[in-house]
């Protein structure tokens, strides 16, 4: 797929400065830049590479005046920055811009599929499915029966999404997320063996939810697991049953949440975090990575540790815990005068 200086400078609203029909069909950092390439210059850092790369177009802020000869024909943006990402972001609906069923596939009769829908080979989707319209299924993903999805909606290669479950509009589902998975539900007998609780509620995922690769979001026992509109979860994650996430909160890989706990809304949570079920936490948290959470955390708190404690009493901690060598050599030195002098 080319695209030409014009075309580009057309889609960013951009200025050009030299051959307007340059073309280019791939991009790279300005660093790696070849012919053919477009790049983009932002941090200040990198302006020595605009005079030595051999990219065939840069995206540059447009106050930029090169102090030598450069290479690559100029678009002059507001922010080059953004317009790289807006650049990015059309570049990746180009390329996801697939439309109709591949064989083999196998669709249920009393499925509804919308317009312009995708669904590559390999992929199952279930009695009384509903999918809206322009969503991509690629292939060999599994679709569950009675299941929803909204509108615009990605669900990439073997990605699952078990019965009864709820996809909203304009979401991610990466390769290898399995959505609405059995929770771990067990009663223990008399004899110590464990028998499984249904799991008979869903997993609702609202709309510009994004699941990250081999992400799993375990079903309810009853009603649902909620994960509440612009949710962006990183890459194997867990998260388990009757568990809801609030709006705009982020989670880093690696994170385990388990069942029943409450997390609020824009909060930042780092990866490898572990958080204890049935507990509350408020709006606006930040969890550093690898802390433990085992209490309910109140609105704007910032939390580093396991067991977690106040990012700023963890701070003042970890002073002397680097320091605990030294302090129990002092110890035991005065311990030694002291002996001496009795």
């Known amino acids: 797929m080319k695209f030409t200086a014009e075309q580009i400078a057309g889609i ?70 953004k317009s790289f990402s807006k650049l990015l972001e059309y570049y990746n609906q180009v390329k996801l811009n697939k439309f109709g069923i591949e064989q083999p596939s196998s669709i249920s009769e009393t499925a509804t599929l919308g317009n312009d829908v995708y669904v590559g080979a390999f992929t199952y989707i279930g009695d009384n499915v509903t999918i809206g319209d322009n969503v991509k299924i690629f292939p060999s993903s599994y679709i569950g029966d009675n299941v929803t999805i909204g509108e615009n909606t990605v669900v990439f290669s073997g990605a699952k999404v078990y ?47 994004d699941i990250g690769a081999a992400t799993t979001i375990d079903r309810a026992t009853l009603g649902s697991t909620v994960i509440k509109r612009g949710v962006k979860l990183d890459n194997q994650i867990q998260i388990a049953h009757n568990v809801e996430i609030g709006e705009n909160t982020v989670i880093a890989a690696q994170t385990g949440v388990a069942g029943s706990t409450k997390i609020g809304q824009n909060c930042i949570i780092g990866g490898q975090v572990g958080i204890v079920g049935h507990i509350t936490i408020g709006n606006g ?15 704007n708190e910032v939390l580093q540790g396991s067991p977690a404690l106040s990012y700023g009493d963890y701070n003042k901690s970890y002073v002397y815990f680097k320091n605990l060598p030294k302090l129990v050599k002092t110890i035991n030195e005065l311990e030694k005068k002291g002996n001496g002098n009795n």
Not at 285 to 299: E, L, P, T, Y
């Open 163 to 209: 019965s009864e479950c709820i996809v909203g509009n304009n979401c991610v589902i990466n390769s290898g997320a399995i959505i609405g998975a059995d929770g771990f539900g067990f009663a223990p007998n008399e004899k110590g063996e464990y028998h499984k609780v249904p799991q008979i509620g869903n997993v609702i995922l609202e709309d510009f939810v």
């Open 12 to 81: 960013l609203e951009g200025d050009i400065v030299g051959d307007s029909q340059v073309e280019v069909s791939k991009l790279s950092k300005i660093e790696e830049g070849v012919e053919g390439a477009l790049t983009f210059l932002a941090n200040p850092k990198y302006t020595q590479y605009i005079y030595t790369t051999k990219a065939s177009i840069a995206i540059v802020n447009k106050d930029f005046e090169p102090e030598q000869e450069v290479q690559p024909t100029l678009i002059k943006v507001e922010d080059a920055y």
């Open 285 to 299: 948290v930040k969890i550093q990575a690898q802390s433990g959470i085992g209490r309910n955390v109140k609105d």
